[in-house]
């Protein structure tokens, strides 16, 4: 997955293989959780020394 967007209050979009996705979803559903949690997985990936700054 390359990279995630929020689109809407309950829809989430997302890129991979240079494919777009989306999600759309009930109102429970927390778009910007998902993206945060993206976000926070490539920084750990891409900065082994533990600083994940966004």
Not at 13 to 38: E, S, W
């Amino acid at each position: 997955m390359e990279a995630a967007t929020v689109c809407g209050r309950y829809r989430l979009d997302f890129y991979a293989g240079g494919v777009t996705y989306q999600l759309t979803a009930q109102k429970t559903f927390c778009a910007i959780k998902y993206v945060n949690l993206l976000y926070h997985y490539k920084n750990g990936e891409e900065n082994p020394d533990g600083f994940l700054g966004i």
